[in-house]
């Protein structure tokens, strides 16, 4: 094996290797002694602790078995990098654990470009689809105690995302954010559960990263993060929380 690269790649995975693989580190909550725990190859997309801290959710596309085609999807792994990385769902992205750690959340895109929020049981079975199949939905969070589960969802043509919560069994769905002004997802829990961060981007014009039609770069967009207060009553409006950029929000489990 190639001890200058990573103790689980031999030689014969060579031809599989990309110029840039991902590699999965850990660090103290103040940035120290930061170590690699896995090079994940051709690449990793997110990683969610369970809550006994024993085990890693991860959105990857990599070659589990050398010289085997690469599979894509959620797998799971020991939290300290070593072990088998094992398949729980094909085409399975966005992980969060439910808070006794006996379920996952996640998004299925199925078939290509058509997402939907599903939840299985930690070991793979009692797959259950959720949401709407006729709605792209995505970003599930599993609330803090375990009743509910926030996502968000593409709400019409125009590309706009909303923020919505439901029952952890899919029904009771109850949208929470519904200003057009605004393109709104990654909800993120408080640990109370009283209140959700979501990252918002403005929805009165095209923007990004890409270019358009005519070559044209698109111009940045305005990112904000908001907060939304939850409760059994009725909805209220979003709070902005700063006004300088910000995205995928996450908070503090205490």
Not at 137 to 154: M, N, V
Request: glycine share 10%; hydrophobic share 35%; charged share 20%.
């Amino acid at each position: 094996c190639l001890s200058d690269w990573s103790s689980d790649v031999c030689s014969s995975d060579l031809e599989n290797r990309s110029h840039h693989p991902i590699e999965l580190s850990v660090m103290d909550a103040d940035g120290r002694h930061r170590r690699v725990l896995r090079v994940i190859e051709p690449v990793i997309y997110s990683a969610a602790w369970s809550p006994d801290g024993n085990r890693l959710a991860i959105s990857a596309v990599t070659s589990v078995t050398p010289g085997q085609p690469s599979q894509m999807g959620l797998f799971l792994l020991p939290a300290n990098g070593k072990g088998e990385l094992r398949l729980l769902m094909a085409n399975g992205w966005s992980p969060s654990w439910s808070p006794d750690g006996t379920k996952i959340a996640f998004a299925v895109e199925q078939p290509r470009g058509h997402w939907t929020v599903h939840t299985a049981d930690a070991n793979g079975m009692k797959k259950v689809r959720l949401t709407d199949g006729r709605k792209n939905s995505g970003s599930p969070a599993w609330s803090p105690d375990g009743k509910r589960i926030a996502f968000d969802q593409f709400v019409d043509e125009s590309g706009r995302q909303q923020v919505s919560v439901m029952n952890a069994d899919g029904s009771n769905v109850r949208q929470l954010t519904t200003d057009k002004a605004w393109s709104c997802g990654h909800p993120s829990w408080s640990s109370s559960g009283s209140q959700l961060v979501i990252g918002c981007r403005s929805a009165s014009s095209p923007c990004g990263m890409g270019f358009f039609s005519t070559g044209q770069p698109m111009s940045y967009c305005t990112r904000r993060l908001f907060v939304v207060p939850f409760g059994s009553g009725a909805v209220a409006a979003p709070t902005k929380l700063m006004e300088q950029d910000g995205a995928i929000p996450s908070c503090a489990p205490r």
